[in-house]
């Protein structure tokens, strides 16, 4: 039993690696953004029926809960760029160390924007 | 994944990469500008230029969606790869129409 724990933990040491979390939260911000653009088009397609509708849209998004959302659709798509683009660096460029250091400035740069983004709405 | 698949996605990435970076701009610009349906109209119905830029984001988005979509379910799921295929492809459909539909009610004159 205490083996088999051992071995699992082994298994599993890949995941408190930098890169493996970076790999993750690129999949999972893009999963959540593939959610998220459908809801998104739609919203903009209110224009459509007319100019009122989507005015009334956009003063429910005024809710300061709403703003919160945003901010993190902000950090979401920022950070899924950050993410996609040292991928394409790693795929394409020579490979350089530091490749952890540059995952972990990618994520605090979109946590940067975002709150940034809530600085100018809030 | 195979190659083609590969390509499209990486090929979209790259693609996108630039138009994500000047979307952001235009998020902070129209949340610091008062975003108001007037103000988005204003800007951008009637440009040919904001319609194609984002028809080609929604095509580029649509196709790097639906490729990713893709690999989560075929890796994630127990869907065979086939289906996993059929249900991303109509994923991307789906929202390339929305995106469309999207664009012309903002764009079109």
Redesign the interface.
């Known amino acids: 039993m205490t083996v088999s724990v051992a071995r699992t933990a082994r298994r599993l040491d890949h995941r408190k690696d930098a890169l493996w979390l970076a790999a993750l939260v690129h ?1 999972l911000s ?2 959540a ?2 959610v998220f ?2 809801l ?9 029926d007319s ?2 509708r ?2 009334g849209f ?1 003063r429910w ?1 005024d809710a300061p809960v709403v703003k919160l959302a945003e901010g993190g659709l ?1 950090f979401l ?2 950070v899924h ?1 950050l993410g ?2 040292r ?2 660096a790693v ?1 394409n460029l020579a490979w350089h160390d530091g490749q952890k250091r540059l995952a972990v400035i990618a994520g605090v740069a979109a946590a940067v ?1 975002a709150v ?2 809530l600085a ?2 809030l | 994944m195979n190659l083609s698949l590969y390509l499209w996605q ?1 090929g979209t ?2 693609l996108m ?1 630039p138009m ?2 000047v ?2 701009v235009v ?2 610009y129209a ?2 500008h008062g ?4 103000d ?2 204003g800007r951008v119905r009637g440009s040919l230029g904001w319609g194609s830029f984002y028809a080609l984001f ?1 095509a580029a ?1 649509s196709i790097h ?1 639906g490729i ?2 893709r690999n ?1 379910l075929s890796e994630w799921s127990p869907l065979a790869e086939r289906t996993a295929g059929i249900a991303a492809a109509a ?1 991307a459909l ?2 390339f129409g ?2 469309l ?6 764009t079109l004159p």
């Open positions: 999949r893009g999963l953004l593939a653009l459908p998104h088009f739609l919203t903009l397609g209110l224009a459509i100019e009122a989507l005015e956009l998004s902000v798509l920022a760029l996609g683009l991928l394409l795929e924007a940034a983004y100018v709405v | 990486r990435a790259a990469a994500v970076i979307h952001l998020i902070f949340a610091r975003l108001t349906a007037a988005i109209l929604v988005a969606a990713g979509i989560v994923f789906v929202l929305l995106g539909r999207a664009v012309a009610a903002v």
